[in-house]
DNA sequence: AATATTTTGAGAGCTACTCTCATTTGGTAG
DNA sequence: CTACCAAATGAGAGTAGCTCTCAAAATATT
């Protein structure tokens, strides 16, 4: 039996991305009023009004309520869709630059509040780099369509841990400011597309 | 320079010296023999022959016991120590290859038990990185005192996250397997000292 | 309306980790 | 050697994240 694509799915689905968005939206609210370590996950069932083995079937972690970053499908599909004659780099920019702009004020405050909470919780700093990691395979996956070489060419990989390594370094520097970093970033692309003279 | 021979301290220093590397020997093998996640931190505790209590006492986490990393206040004592008159990416290269021919064999066999327990554990990639995290500051100090910048100046910082980056790439690349990481990274290293082209 | 399937809540259980307190042990001075 | 102090240890209780099981409730299907 053939489903239709996607859209407003039967009421089950409906309710549950409601729920997953209640869970979410109360665990951020309650890391931001009483810290992140303070806030059980317990308390985040009481306050979303499910029972505690709930948040676990929507949730693996209580990290991931923080680090679930809808931003990264977004830059997939924002990057695929740049001119071919861009290059590589500027493709990056141009993306970056694109999903920013597009993001409405209200998910831009929610981003601001998501990267602060992260780089003030040390717990949460792990795990938030573990995705990082996982950006060396989606960047070597765009740099490869684009210069048409393999995802598993060693330069592409290399190139793709240079600029992710960059990115770390930038989200330091920034301090947790997505305004900082968003700045940061286009001269931290610049520099690497300059061979990172010193 | 504090490199003292640091040898016959008090009956109490040494006893907890032997003490650690029991607890992180027995760690170490168990981990090997039963897994990671299957090993408690109880049964750690019973192999070295202390309460579980004075686990908690010698290393923070389970994980710390794996985490440390030996080499790092080799890597920095080595790079300090480089001739003045090679260039920074060749210093840099020149500190990992002393190190890595200075160390004895058994504790080359050490490290790679320490690298394939990381790389293959998932639970423990997460703090591996951000030991990685931290070592940009190590490697923009670096960095800062061979070309006489600063070592908050963005450029020499954001250089320093692409030479993470590039060592993040190059450790799943070898899939965890330190003599092909040893390779990769020179290669990694003259590519970025190329300018990373594609 | 009856039935099949999915989602949920309740609760028990495991383990990493923290804290407190009494006991032991190693170092030192009389 | 004895007495004393400080550091290290062990025992035990407690917290919280996370897993698992099972029965009840909600939803979809016929």
Redesign the interface.
Known sequence: MTSSPAEPQGLRERKKARTRAAIQRHALRLFRERGYAATTVDQIAAAAEISPSTFFRYFPTKEATVLYDALDPLMVEAALAQPAELS?MGALRATLREVYERMPEDAWQDERDRQLLVFNEPEL???M??Q??DG?DLLADL?ARR?G?SATD?????????????????F??AGGDPDRLLH?LD??FA??E?????
């Open positions: 590589l700093r792990a795990p780099l573990e990082y990691g060396i740099a210069v070489r060693f330069e592409v990989r290399n190139w793709a841990g240079a600029v992710v390594g960059v990115v770390l370094a930038a330091y520097t940061s001269d931290a520099h690497l300059a061979g990172l003279p010193l």
